[in-house]
């Protein structure tokens, strides 16, 4: 088993805290739209704002070639901060055993095999 830290891609990331905006899914790829917090070794990283604990960054997170997505669960639940803006929770859990990826949050429990290991992140300002 590999925890997502352990995968190069995502070493820079801290997935707990970061929001899910949006989730989109197609035949052979799913797409997390992230407000991702970064961490300091990250190249894009920055000193958070004022009010806030961390450096956010939008962006998202694409796993491509998936040969099956199932989803254990699926919840609709949103939430709104403070700016009123709304998303639906954290990526609580990620890890990979084999060619499966698990990843589970309030946003349900989705698992799939993305045999090449096909993992693009795309940061933008503006999402």
């Keep these: 088993m590999k925890n997502y830290y352990e995968i190069d891609i995502l070493k820079n990331f801290y997935l707990e805290d970061s929001y899910v905006i949006d989730i989109k899914e197609t035949e052979n790829s799913i797409i997390f739209y992230m407000e991702f917090v970064l961490k300091p070794a990250h190249s894009s990283y920055s000193e958070p704002l004022d009010d806030e604990q961390y450096c956010y960054k939008s962006g998202t997170i694409e796993f491509m070639n998936c040969s099956s997505i199932t989803w254990i669960s699926r919840a609709k639940q949103t939430f709104t901060d403070r700016n009123e803006n709304v998303d639906y929770g954290n990526i ?35 999402m």
């Design 92 to 126: 609580d859990s990620f890890f990979r055993k084999g060619d499966v990826n698990y990843l589970e949050g309030d946003w349900g429990i989705v698992e799939f095999a993305n045999l090449e290991r096909n993992i693009a992140i795309t940061l933008s300002e503006n």
